[in-house]
């Protein structure tokens, strides 16, 4: 069976190398796809907690690159973005709450009816204002208690020159998770705390549900986070000291990255193409993929090698993907290839810039 990825003579190899990558590929991408499409069926709950005017509104229109949340309410105002889709037939419900100290006593008691089975708490703290006070504590303390899938966010640090001693202050009243001062007037830390949302998502399979509720302008920089950890786990199993034992585990993170983009940008895959892309980028480079596998029988630096050549071919089947969806092009085999071979000459000459 081995010899089927590193026999002699190339020609006769490469296509027993097809012919089973394809067996292997159609067996992956009906488990993958199976439980891609199960995850998108699923209601996505992200609630905003803290006071009012502590930059909650204003915090999720930067993440989700649009706006979707009313901006300056006053205390004791009902703004009602409970359970708000963009679209009724969205999975993603927003819960903007008016704030657990708000004027209105019946606005403060709805916010706990939702922290318990959110699936993100976002807990907002003005780092403007008062920063933790006796009863945001507690209030958190409680939360924390039901739900630990919270992120701390210390908004409007644009206007403290003392973000630092803030942070510190936090982390010693509330240990545990995770603080991201932000300002969602310049921008700052934006990326880091969209990044943090999606990984809590990504414990529940429900990243690519909240993904879908993102302008088509910050799609690019959750694409290039998915592409380059996807190279990343690529090499982690490339570098596997045994030839052959990559194949399927390797076929799964490639075919996971293409379904994740098609939905990140709205575009169809179908399994043949899907099986054409990936076929192309390993037979089409029968060469180094027959390497890869000789080189494990290298102790140590082969192992390098072969996860460098595994890390590659992933980054470009996930960067030519990229590429094309957002210039509106259908992606051929031959494009790809054409891509796979630009992008590997790249790497060879300036390997840091790949994972730009």
Known sequence: MMDDFFGEGLETNQQKRKRKLEEIF??????????FNQSLEQDVTVALIGDVNAGKSSTLNAILGREVA???????????ID??????????????????????TQNSEATWTYYQSADVILYFLNAAGTVLSETETKNFRKIYQHNQNVLIVVTKMDATNDVDTIVRHIEEKLPG?????????????IDRLRREVLDILKKFDKDNVFVRQMDPT????????WIVGAGTAAGAIGAVPFPGADIIPLTSIQIGLMLKLSN???RQLSKESAK????????GNSGKT???QIAKLVPGYGAVIAAGVASTATLALGYGTKYVYENNLELTPEQLMGFVKRFRKKAEESPEETNE
């Open 26 to 35: 159609d067996q992956s991408f009906e488990s993958e796809r199976r439980d």
């Open 70 to 80: 009313t901006v300056g309410a006053r205390p004791g105002e009902t703004v009602r």
């Open 83 to 104: 359970q708000v889709r963009q679209h009724p037939e969205d999975k993603v419900i927003f819960v903007d709450t008016p704030g657990l100290n708000d004027a209105n």
């Open 177 to 189: 998770p995770k603080i991201i001062p932000v300002s969602a007037k310049e921008g700052t830390n």
């Open 218 to 225: 910050v799609r690019g920089k959750i694409a290039n986070n």
């Open 264 to 266: 990140l940008y709205e």
């Open 276 to 283: 054409e892309l990936l076929v192309v980028t390993i037979v």
């Open 290 to 292: 027959a390497f890869r």
